[in-house]
């Protein structure tokens, strides 16, 4: 698979990081509670392929129901330019806050975030896209 170094930040760019991916994005639309009232779009990457360049200080984390999904934002600005999913507590992801001219192309797959638990024993890939 082709890898680039993707680079972004929040808002104020106080948080910055950089994510190796292939410049095609396979990108989750999540219909759950808080994936709905943020708009989010996510994709994911193994941990070892995302580094926190700047503004670890900057960061807050926002937790809820299981606690498993850490969702990472800036406290300046309030943008969320990474979290840890509930699907992958291994991975992260962060296409909304990339900046342009890396991506190639994106690719949107819809997930039942609604009914997650049955939306997770159905999809075949989503696990191992942390690995």
């Not at 943020?38 to 200080?57: A, C, M, R, W």
């Not at 690719?107 to 997770?120: A, H, I, Q």
């Amino acid at each position: 698979m082709e890898f680039v170094k993707h680079t972004g930040g929040c808002h104020c760019g106080a948080v910055r990081f950089e994510v190796l991916s292939s410049p095609d994005l396979h990108v989750f639309h999540c219909s759950c509670s808080i994936c709905t009232k943020k708009q989010n779009h996510h994709f994911i990457v193994p941990k070892s392929y995302f580094t926190l360049l700047e503004g670890l200080d900057d960061l807050t984390t926002y937790t809820f129901n299981t606690h498993v999904a850490q969702h990472t934002f800036c406290k300046i600005c309030g943008v969320q330019s990474f979290y840890t999913p509930r699907s992958n507590p291994d991975g992260y992801v962060s296409p909304h806050c990339l900046d342009p001219g890396t991506v190639r192309s994106v690719t949107v797959e819809n997930f039942c975030g609604e009914k997650w638990e049955e939306s997770m024993q159905a999809h075949k890939t989503i696990r191992g896209m942390s690995q």
